[in-house]
């Protein structure tokens, strides 16, 4: 299995600042995911970020807003800019470990935007 | 774009009896499927998959079905305990989607003691 963390695990922010949330694996995988968890809701991809090439974003999130960093095989981060309170939501990673089907997620970041 | 449902929101049982949590998928393409348990503040928790080539899959206390006619998956869990009390979410995966997962709408399991 992969363990994840992830760091903030939680922040009250205001309007118009960015935060950056980290993800930290303690094994070497390829395949990372961002999800967004609206509150009471589903979990809903933000993006792939693999290592060795530029993010891949799903419909309805764009870089600007949603930037990605995957420096090596064990971290990523992602930035939320310029936020607003429809960005309060939890955001959590996940890893795909090579020879594992399944994805493992981190504990989420729950950010609330005042 | 495609959507994986749930029937029911919310499922209240007691302690000891079987659950059946219901999730709907509209991607015929999906040959993938995960349900995953989610406590509260934590991140989501892979209970059990099932591939499109099988009907059925059992776990330790839990069993997936898998109905591709009708579109249509189920988690079963046996002898329901207070510990299993939490929201339940299906994902389905396509082959060609790069390890893409779309969740449904999620179901929240209360167990009454």
């Known amino acids: 299995s992969a363990v994840i963390s992830q760091k903030p695990s939680r922040d009250i922010c205001q309007r118009g600042t960015s935060l950056t949330i980290q993800c930290q694996v303690d094994?070497?995988?390829?395949?990372m995911f961002w999800y967004r968890q609206q509150p009471g809701q589903s979990l809903t991809l933000i993006a792939t970020a693999n290592q060795g090439s530029e993010a891949t974003y799903e419909s309805g999130f764009v870089i600007d807003k949603f930037p990605i960093s995957r420096p090596n095989l064990t971290f990523s981060t992602l930035t939320v800019s310029n936020m607003s309170p429809e960005d309060s939501s939890i955001y959590l990673c996940?890893?795909?470990?090579?020879?594992?089907?399944?994805?493992?997620f981190g504990p989420g970041t729950r950010l609330t935007v005042l | 774009g495609e959507n994986v449902g749930l029937h029911l929101p919310t499922l209240s049982v007691q302690e000891g009896d079987n659950s059946i949590i219901n999730c709907a998928y509209s991607n015929s393409a999906s040959d993938y499927f995960i349900w995953y348990k989610q406590e509260s503040g934590k991140g989501p928790q892979f209970i059990i998959d099932i591939r499109s080539n099988m009907d059925k899959r059992q776990g330790q206390r839990v069993t997936v079905l898998l109905n591709k006619t009708v579109k249509h998956l189920s988690l079963q869990i046996a002898a329901t305990q207070p510990g299993d009390s939490a929201v339940y979410f299906c994902?389905?995966?396509?082959?060609?989607?790069?390890?893409?997962?779309?969740f449904g709408q999620g179901t929240e399991l209360s167990v009454k003691p």
């Open positions: 094994s070497q995988v390829t395949m």
């Open positions: 994902a389905e995966m396509a082959n060609n989607q790069g390890g893409k997962l779309i």
């Open positions: 996940s890893v795909e470990p090579p020879s594992y089907n399944e994805q493992f």
